[in-house]
């Protein structure tokens, strides 16, 4: 019976053996010199990685097969003042012969160029290095690191130079990001062979030419080039994405020429961003096929009227602000969207009575800007039905009420009603705002204490106390 309880213990003891995975040598060899190449980890993003214990139980470390590391994942605290990291990444962590996942994010104060270490790792799927931040060129012969690699995000480092078109044998790439680095150069024309690429980020950097014809045979689903010096017209080939592109973004660029005809086409795309560009020329008629977009943003370009009939529900955020339309009212389906949240039309040509205007829903409402149009009347029936109103602006317009009737929800944060012919007295509830313009009106009286300047007041008929003159 005794024998038979101790055989029993054994088994169990055997057991747990086999489940509890002990790192392999090499592993916790490569994860302490690591370690070593950190200088400062003042909030003990490490403290857990410690000499003689089991790697695999260490913080953010996953084993698969067996004893192997297969993942490190390395996180700051961007939040947090001290959730960070100093030193460099130590090629160490080339040991981890089984690392499927390197993910390190948000170290915020590690220096050194890109890990020419992780070529050699045969499973290496996913590379998440952001905010690092690493530095200096991208090695030409980055496409050394393997058809295996699928997601490759090098966000908001501070890399330069080229992309290297290498990038082409990462066959097997579907997210590659470089967004928020100091890229130079062309879009490399080998990105067309990259045909399981669904997301590719660009934008914030400092690409340029035009954009090439790279498209016709990718599927992509997000693409963003926006913040870059982009010139030329928007590319042909982007019109094979008519079935799978969803975001479009190619904002604060230099591209000229029309909008495509295409893009109306487009069942799937929910975010289209073109502005702050050089682009002319009306919008599409096509576009009133664009039944599911929910943000649409063509501001700061040159386009021309007539604006096309949408038959989208459910707009959600849009801006037109600054083209040369003349849209003389609010668009039906932006007045009957039940989910808009920001609505930004300056200088759109827009007569309205704003008594009058009565959308279908303003509970949802955080931004709007109806500034420099000739609308007359008065917000306040707009501005009552809005709870959650963050900024309303409407400088430069006919709009006339008294200021005093004006109830200001809780969530605004900025009003601006320069050059209108608003009257009364300024509220002592403007007070809790960060921004106020109501300079050039007619207001009277005097005014409640805030921290405004002069400049937020001037301009009125009779407004007097500080920051303007003392009253008599
Ligand atoms: C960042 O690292 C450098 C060099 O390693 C060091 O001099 C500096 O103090 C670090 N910054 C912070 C905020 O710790
Ligand atoms: C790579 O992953 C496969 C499973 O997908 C595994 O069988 C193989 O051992 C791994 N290679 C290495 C070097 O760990
Ligand atoms: C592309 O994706 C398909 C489907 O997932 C896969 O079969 C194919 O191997 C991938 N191509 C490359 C080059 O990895
Ligand atoms: C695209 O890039 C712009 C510019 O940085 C950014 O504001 C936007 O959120 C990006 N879009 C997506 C979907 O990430
Ligand atoms: C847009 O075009 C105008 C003239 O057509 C030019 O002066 C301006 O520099 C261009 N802006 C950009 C951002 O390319
Ligand atoms: C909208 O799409 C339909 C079906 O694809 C097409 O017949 C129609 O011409 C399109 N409308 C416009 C204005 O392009
Ligand atoms: C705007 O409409 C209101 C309500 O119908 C009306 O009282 C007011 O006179 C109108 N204002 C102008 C400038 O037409
Ligand atoms: C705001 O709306 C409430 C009820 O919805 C109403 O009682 C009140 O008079 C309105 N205030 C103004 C200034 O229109």
Redesign the pocket.
């Given at each position: 019976m005794k024998s038979f309880i101790l055989f029993l213990s054994l088994l169990t003891l055997q057991c747990l053996r086999a489940t509890s995975r002990t790192c392999h040598v090499d592993d916790e060899t490569g994860l302490l010199e690591f370690k070593r190449g950190i200088t400062h980890d003042p909030s003990g993003i490490l403290a857990s990685w410690k000499p003689g214990t089991d790697c695999c139980t260490w913080a953010g470390i996953t084993c698969l097969y067996n004893d192997r590391v297969t993942a490190v994942w390395v996180q700051g605290q961007p939040d947090k003042p001290d959730g960070f990291l100093s030193g460099t990444i130590s090629p160490s962590l080339a040991k981890l012969r089984s690392l499927d996942g390197l993910y390190l994010t948000d170290l915020r104060n590690i220096t050194g160029q890109f890990p020419v270490w992780l070529y050699g790792l045969s499973n290496l799927t996913y590379v998440y290095l952001q905010n690092v931040p690493l530095s200096g060129r991208l090695p030409t012969d980055i496409g050394k690191l393997g058809a295996q690699l699928r997601y490759f995000f090098l966000q908001r480092n501070r890399f330069t130079g080229p992309i290297p078109g290498s990038i082409s044998e990462i066959a097997g790439l579907r997210e590659f990001s470089l967004a928020g680095n100091f890229i130079t150069g062309k879009l490399p024309i080998g990105i067309r062979s990259l045909k399981n690429l669904t997301l590719l980020w660009l934008q914030d950097n400092q690409l340029s030419k035009p954009i090439p014809e790279v498209f016709s045979s990718l599927k992509l689903r997000y693409l963003n080039l926006s913040g870059n010096k982009f010139s030329g017209k928007i590319p042909n080939s982007i019109s094979s994405l008519s079935s799978t592109l969803a975001y479009l973004e190619l904002a604060h660029n230099s591209l000229s020429g029309q909008i495509p005809s295409f893009l109306g086409n487009f069942q799937k795309l929910d975010t289209l961003d073109l502005s702050h560009n050089n682009l002319t020329g009306p919008v599409p008629k096509t576009f009133s096929n664009l039944t599911k977009i929910f943000n649409l943003d063509l501001s700061h370009n040159s386009l021309s009227d007539p604006f096309p009939a949408m038959n989208v529900r459910g707009i959600e955020s849009l801006d037109l602000s600054y083209n040369n339309f003349h849209l003389g009212k609010i668009p039906n389906w932006v007045t009957l969207s039940p989910i808009i949240y920001s609505l930004k039309l300056v200088k759109c040509g827009i007569k309205i009575?704003?008594?009058?205007w009565k959308p279908k829903e303003a509970y949802f409402y955080d931004f709007i800007d109806l500034s420099e149009n000739q609308i007359?009347?008065?917000p306040i029936p707009l501005l009552n039905r809005t709870d959650y109103l963050i900024s309303f602006r409407a400088a430069g317009n006919?709009v006339?009420f008294d200021l005093g009737k004006l109830s200001i929800v809780g969530t605004m944060k900025d009003l601006e009603l320069s050059r209108n012919s608003i009257f009364g007295g300024v509220p002592s509830s403007v007070s809790g705002l960060q921004s106020l313009d109501l300079s050039r009106n007619r207001l009277c009286g005097r005014l409640p204490a805030t921290k405004f300047p002069a400049s937020s007041f001037v301009g009125n008929n009779c407004l007097c106390g500080s920051p303007l003159l003392p009253c008599k």
């Open positions: 009575n704003l008594t009058n007359s009347g008065s006919r006339s």
